[in-house]
């Protein structure tokens, strides 16, 4: 089932490595329309939600040992399920332009090519965690690991992390792989250089589903 026919809004999902620099990006994307008179919803997965938010502190917590590969699955979708239908999807449906730190491919990249679990079950999860709903466009923000994984870890370290940088660099593989499968759903931003330069090739990859963005950048 996909419920995008029925919707007016714009569903925009942030993707990459940990410490790709997608947020800071998405909060640039959030001011600028909302600048513009657009309803702007910021979303992070997994959270956002009362309950996805406690999910979310199991997920990440770096004390929390011995988690299957199988349980991480099923609470990012449990995480991702609730924040679809108590947020994204009404949101959608009132016209607003919905941006997610990442989504169902942050669970194909980490979880499938990452973990080594079943891709096709990790796509069969991936629908019911999205509740069948499919972005419209999906940034993946792309820099070498020994970067991005010096920038993730600076100020700490959550339980993700803690798998290391073999891992990332599968992940990196993993959101690669997604992007020549379905380059018009899914750009890959290249990550370097100064936010508003990485900002600009964002927006790029947006403006033909954001008319507020055909405007060069000031
Ligand atoms: P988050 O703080 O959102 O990432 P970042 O460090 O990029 O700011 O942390 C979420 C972590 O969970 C991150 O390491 C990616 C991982 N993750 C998965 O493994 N599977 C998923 O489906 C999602 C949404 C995230």
Do not use: W
Request: aromatic content about 4%; hydrophobic content about 35%.
């Amino acid at each position: 089932m996909s419920t995008n026919q029925a919707e007016q809004g714009v569903f925009i999902t942030l993707e990459g490595v940990d410490g790709s620099g997608k947020s800071t990006k998405g909060r640039m994307l959030g001011e600028e329309l909302t600048a513009k008179g657009r309803e702007v919803v910021l979303l992070r997965d997994p959270g956002s939600t009362a309950i996805s938010e406690r999910i979310r502190e199991i997920l990440l917590d770096p004390e929390v040992e011995n988690m299957s590969s199988e349980c991480e699955l099923m609470l990012f979708e449990a995480a991702r399920a609730q924040l679809t239908r108590e947020l994204i999807i009404p949101a959608l449906e009132r016209g607003a332009v919905v941006v997610c730190d990442r989504y169902c491919d942050s669970t194909f990249a980490y979880q499938a090519v990452g973990r080594g679990l079943d891709e096709e079950l990790v796509r069969t999860a991936n629908a019911i965690g999205s509740c069948g709903l499919t972005p419209d466009r999906t940034i993946v923000f792309d820099l070498e690991i020994d970067e991005s994984f010096e920038r993730a870890t600076r100020h700490g370290t959550d339980r993700m992390e803690l798998s290391g940088e073999s891992f990332q660099a599968r992940v990196r593989e993993g959101f690669l792989r997604i992007a020549a499968e379905e380059p018009q759903r899914v750009r890959v931003v290249n990550s370097h250089g100064e936010k508003i330069e990485v900002y600009a090739r964002m927006r790029e990859e947006l403006k033909d589903l954001i008319p507020e963005l055909s405007e060069e950048l000031a």
